[in-house]
């Protein structure tokens, strides 16, 4: 199973429904919250060329927000609905 990279925002809700989509299907998140360091507000940048969150890593490949668009491009990276 993939493991992603999320960075997120504490009150963010896009934050909070891809946390909670990551751990509805079962995936291993290492969340980094770009509010509690420069660095990581940085790294967000680096990794994405965004200012904004959320943003999803898995192997690589970059997601940038949560809409419906991005679900099924995340649920198709995934194997499918699980």
Do not use: N, W
């Amino acid at each position: 199973m993939a493991k992603a990279v999320i960075y997120t925002a504490p009150e963010c809700p896009h934050s909070k429904k891809m946390r909670k989509f990551f751990l509805d299907k079962g995936v291993a998140i290492e969340e980094k919250c770009v509010l509690t360091s420069p660095d990581l507000f940085a790294e967000l940048i680096a990794v994405s060329r965004q200012r904004a969150v959320p943003v999803a890593v898995i192997d690589g490949e970059v997601f940038v927000g949560f809409d419906a668009r991005i679900q099924r491009r995340l649920e198709r990276r995934l194997g499918g609905k699980q």
